[in-house]
């Protein structure tokens, strides 16, 4: 007869699930990212965590297309104007305020832009996403320093 299963030993398969789960909590907390999700095969394993959020203002980094330190934090950034379009992120990822290193800003507060105008990139797994500007209007705001890491759904800038 085959003895039952103790409680108190993982079987291989759960110890190596639980190794995974290590692994991506390691790589949650090292990349700032609050969720990640995993699948293979059957198995499926989804790693997430809460964080307060807030809106700061970040130093920009030395060269923004590459990794840097985490920069200090400024004071927290006031809500969006209520008379504005937020124009929110579409994806994780980080924030690029300008085309390349050294070039200037694609816009700043106060320019003029047209719809579909970009207006910044979102670089999400080393691709950059153009965000355009949901209708024609002034940037009223810049909610975001060159180089940030965003979540989806994150305000970045508002169009009056």
């Not at 398969?13 to 790589?27: G, I, N, P, Y």
């Not at 030395?62 to 008379?83: G, L, N, V």
């Not at 290193?101 to 320019?111: E, N, Q, S």
Request: proline letters at 12%.
């Amino acid at each position: 007869m085959r003895q039952p299963k103790s409680a108190s030993r993982p079987t291989p398969d759960e110890s190596l699930d639980a190794r995974l789960v290590r692994e991506l909590a390691t790589v949650l907390n090292e990349t700032g990212l609050t969720e990640i999700e995993v699948e293979r095969g059957d198995l499926k394993i989804r790693v997430a965590r809460t964080q307060a959020v807030s809106h700061t203002v970040m130093a920009p980094a030395p060269s923004p297309h590459a990794p840097a330190a985490a920069p200090e934090a400024a004071p927290d950034i006031a809500p969006a104007k209520a008379a504005g379009n937020a124009v929110k992120s579409p994806m994780v990822g980080t924030v690029y305020l300008q085309p390349q290193p050294g070039a200037p800003p694609f816009v700043k507060v106060g320019d003029r832009v047209n719809q579909g105008q970009t207006l910044l990139l979102v670089e999400a797994m080393k691709t950059m996403n153009p965000i355009g500007a949901p209708a024609n209007g002034v940037v009223l705001e810049i909610l975001v320093a060159d180089g940030q890491p965003v979540e989806y759904g994150e305000p970045l800038a508002v169009i009056g």
